[in-house]
Structure formats: structure tokens, C-alpha cells
């Protein structure tokens, strides 16, 4: 495979396969291999009307010694059954979920970006309502399905401080909705508000708690840390997407010797974090170099010297290290396949 690797955008590039399976008659029937980019389904399916609709996404990496690897996926699948519980879907088990997931990603082996290029195969699990229903009820019929693409970092500036503001006139998730679960909606929710963002120089929105408005909930599609001394902080709230990224750093902390407090974070304690980032999949982590709150005037700067922190700078080389295999992965992060 011929791609320019090194100028890859995070977005969809076509591959060879994908890999689906359909839930019918109560029970998932076998892997199939499709080489089409398209979906026929009916124009009733529940995932068009009422967001019967599950994504996740985990990445695959060539790593040094030229084997791939595939990071956490269990806990990918974990959260698409959480997902699935929480819009009354049919469950994806670790098995189906691990079985489609690596038959995506050996079908396109070709696709995955050779080691030393900062890229990785993006693996976009999904599941939808497919069964057709007009009333207000989960289907009785579901796609799941999974597909990859190669990208490149999520920012094209990669590893480099943006700028984030805080948004107060709209809200992601509310207090007992869906925020916890990965849900197409949750997204919906997101587009006008992280337009505007985008729209005004940002590079994202951060999120307050619905109710109060007083603490931080996520940073668009991301999680939020902040770094104070030696604790890492991260806000607790029932509307917040587990991260799988935020779960990884966390114990990447304990292991630099970190404190680590997952609580409520006041908005007014942002100016007390000597470091702040978002984390996620897609770009790992994304340090934050000034935070503007429109409303209240507030406006904070940390990256003194344009450069991320140094300790976001040590978790974020030490995570893409095991990812690529460079350092040994004494959790037991990854599968390793030899294809
Ligand atoms: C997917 C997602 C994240 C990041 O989760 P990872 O498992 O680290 O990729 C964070 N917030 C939201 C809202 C998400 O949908």
C-alpha cells in the first residue's frame, strides 16, 4: 500500500474490507466480509428516527518490531455493551466484539501505517437499530459492524497546545441522559456548540456540569485532566464518557509516583493546574494552552513557553510508547498479532 503516510488527516480513508454481522430472530448470525462502503437498510430502521445508535473507537499500531498491535479493545467492548444496555440495543459480547474487530483490522493489514510515521488504523466499531418500527420502541433487528481507516494525528499540528473555550449555552449530556455512554446522540448534541468553537479560533468547547454550570464535565469529545504539583485531577460526573485514554494515563500517573483525584473540578479551579488536556483515542492527549470563559471574562494561559507541560509530555510519550511496542507493556494493554 502506497499512501503518503506522513501527511495522513484523522478522517476516513477507504479501505479494503469491512466486517459485519446482523442480529435476527433473537441471535447474531455469522462475521460477513463486505467490500462495499455502503449499508442498505430500511427507511423505518430505529437508528434513523430514535438514535438507536453505539460507536467506539480504538486504534491498531505497527509497532517496532513490526508486530500490530491492538490497544485495550476489551474495554472498548465493555462500553459498547453499556451503550447497548442504555438505548435498548442487542448485546455485542467480548467475543463477536473481539472476533470482528481483528477480522477488520488482519482484512486491512495493508492499510495499517508502517512504524516511525505517527499513524496508526483508526478501528470504528458500530451498532445500529436496523429493524423497522414506527412507534416510539427499540428494533427488533441490528447491525453491528466494523470498519478502519488510517490516519494521521487528530490535530494536524499533533502533539501542540490549543486553545479551548468554555461553553455556557449549550450542553452535551444532561445530568441523567446519556453522557456516560457512547451514543450518536450525545454527538448531535455537540455539533452546533463545537462549530461555534471551531467557528471562533478553538480548537474545542469545554463543557460544564448541566445542572449548576460550576464544574467541568468534557472537553468536546474528550476527556478533561488537569495536573496540580504532583496529582492528577479529573472531573467525576455520571454525564461523562469513560474514557479509555483518561483510564490509561491515570495508571500511567501512578506509576510516575502521581496522586490521583477523580472528583468533581470546580471552574474556578482551572487557574490552580499548572498543566490541562484533553485525552482521548484520537489524538491521546491534547494539551490546552489558554481557556477563554466568554461570560465571565475569564481567560487563563498555561504553556508559558508555547511547549506542553512536562508531565503531559512524559504520559503522552510513555502511552504512544507501549502502544508501538517501543517499552513494555507491564499492564497488559495490547494484543499482539503477528500479520
Ligand atoms: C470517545 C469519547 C471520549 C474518549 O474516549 P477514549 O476511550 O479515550 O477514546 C471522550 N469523551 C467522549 C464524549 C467520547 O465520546
Given at each position: 500500500?502506497?499512501?503518503?503516510?506522513?501527511?495522513?488527516?484523522?478522517?476516513?480513508?477507504?479501505?479494503?474490507?469491512?466486517?459485519?454481522?446482523?442480529?435476527?430472530?433473537?441471535?447474531?448470525?455469522?462475521?460477513?466480509?463486505?467490500?462495499?462502503?455502503?449499508?442498505?437498510?430500511?427507511?423505518?430502521?430505529?437508528?434513523?428516527?430514535?438514535?438507536?445508535?453505539?460507536?467506539?473507537?480504538?486504534?491498531?499500531?505497527?509497532?517496532?518490531?513490526?508486530?500490530?498491535?491492538?490497544?485495550?479493545?476489551?474495554?472498548?467492548?465493555?462500553?459498547?455493551?453499556?451503550?447497548?444496555?442504555?438505548?435498548?440495543?442487542?448485546?455485542?459480547?467480548?467475543?463477536?466484539?473481539?472476533?470482528?474487530?481483528?477480522?477488520?483490522?488482519?482484512?486491512?493489514?495493508d492499510f495499517i501505517p508502517p512504524y516511525g510515521e505517527g499513524a496508526s488504523l483508526?478501528?470504528?466499531?458500530?451498532?445500529?437499530?436496523?429493524?423497522?418500527?414506527?412507534?416510539?420502541?427499540?428494533?427488533?433487528?441490528?447491525?453491528?459492524?466494523?470498519?478502519?481507516?488510517?490516519?494521521?494525528?487528530?490535530?494536524?499540528?499533533?502533539?501542540?497546545?490549543?486553545?479551548?473555550?468554555?461553553?455556557?449555552?449549550?450542553?452535551?449530556?444532561?445530568?441523567?441522559?446519556?453522557?456516560?455512554?457512547?451514543?450518536?446522540?450525545?454527538?448531535?448534541?455537540?455539533?452546533?456548540?463545537?462549530?461555534?468553537?471551531?467557528?471562533?479560533?478553538?480548537?474545542?468547547?469545554?463543557?460544564?456540569?448541566?445542572?449548576?454550570?460550576?464544574?467541568?464535565?468534557?472537553?468536546?469529545?474528550?476527556?478533561?485532566?488537569?495536573?496540580?504539583?504532583?496529582?492528577?485531577?479529573?472531573?467525576?460526573?455520571?454525564?461523562?464518557?469513560?474514557?479509555?485514554?483518561?483510564?490509561?494515563?491515570?495508571?500511567?500517573?501512578?506509576?510516575?509516583?502521581?496522586?490521583?483525584?477523580?472528583?468533581?473540578?470546580?471552574?474556578?479551579?482551572?487557574?490552580?493546574?499548572?498543566?490541562?488536556?484533553?485525552?482521548?483515542?484520537?489524538?491521546?492527549?491534547?494539551?490546552?494552552?489558554?481557556?477563554?470563559?466568554?461570560?465571565?471574562?475569564?481567560?487563563?494561559?498555561?504553556?508559558?513557553?508555547?511547549?506542553?507541560?512536562?508531565?503531559?509530555?512524559?504520559?503522552?510519550?510513555?502511552?504512544?510508547?507501549?502502544?508501538?511496542?517501543?517499552?513494555?507493556?507491564?499492564?497488559?494493554?495490547?494484543?499482539?498479532?503477528?500479520?
Amino acid at each position: 500500500m502506497n499512501l503518503d503516510w506522513k501527511n495522513l488527516p484523522f478522517g476516513y480513508q477507504k479501505t479494503r474490507y469491512n466486517v459485519r454481522c446482523y442480529y435476527r430472530d433473537g441471535k447474531w448470525g455469522e462475521l460477513e466480509i463486505s467490500s462495499s462502503e455502503t449499508i442498505n437498510i430500511h427507511m423505518a430502521a430505529t437508528c434513523l428516527h430514535y438514535g438507536q445508535e453505539a460507536f467506539e473507537g480504538l486504534k491498531a499500531y505497527r509497532g517496532k518490531d513490526g508486530k500490530v498491535r491492538l490497544f485495550r479493545w476489551k474495554e472498548n467492548a465493555a462500553r459498547m455493551q453499556n451503550s447497548s444496555k442504555g438505548v435498548l440495543m442487542a448485546v455485542v459480547d467480548d467475543d463477536l466484539f473481539y472476533r470482528t474487530v481483528v477480522k477488520a483490522v488482519e482484512l486491512n493489514k495493508d492499510f495499517i501505517p508502517p512504524y516511525g510515521e505517527g499513524a496508526s488504523l483508526y478501528v470504528r466499531p458500530m451498532l445500529i437499530g436496523t429493524g423497522a418500527q414506527v412507534g416510539v420502541k427499540p428494533a427488533n433487528e441490528y447491525l453491528f459492524m466494523v470498519f478502519v481507516s488510517p490516519v494521521g494525528p487528530y490535530f494536524k499540528e499533533g502533539f501542540k497546545p490549543v486553545d479551548m473555550m468554555i461553553c455556557r449555552d449549550a450542553d452535551r449530556a444532561a445530568p441523567l441522559g446519556t453522557g456516560h455512554i457512547k451514543v450518536g446522540g450525545n454527538y448531535a448534541a455537540s455539533l452546533a456548540s463545537l462549530k461555534d468553537a471551531h467557528d471562533n479560533g478553538y480548537a474545542s468547547a469545554i463543557y460544564l456540569d448541566a445542572r449548576e454550570k460550576k464544574y467541568i464535565d468534557e472537553c468536546g469529545p474528550a476527556n478533561f485532566f488537569g495536573i496540580k504539583g504532583n496529582t492528577y485531577v479529573t472531573p467525576d460526573s455520571h454525564s461523562i464518557l469513560p474514557s479509555v485514554t483518561n483510564k490509561s494515563l491515570i495508571e500511567l500517573a501512578k506509576d510516575l509516583g502521581m496522586n490521583v483525584e477523580r472528583r468533581p473540578v470546580p471552574v474556578e479551579e482551572l487557574k490552580e493546574f499548572d498543566e490541562v488536556g484533553a485525552c482521548g483515542t484520537a489524538a491521546v492527549i491534547t494539551p490546552i494552552k489558554s481557556i477563554d470563559d466568554h461570560t465571565t471574562g475569564l481567560k487563563l494561559h498555561y504553556c508559558k513557553d508555547g511547549n506542553p507541560g512536562p508531565i503531559s509530555t512524559k504520559l503522552y510519550e510513555r502511552l504512544l510508547a507501549i502502544q508501538y511496542g517501543e517499552e513494555p507493556d507491564t499492564h497488559g494493554w495490547v494484543d499482539v498479532f503477528d500479520f
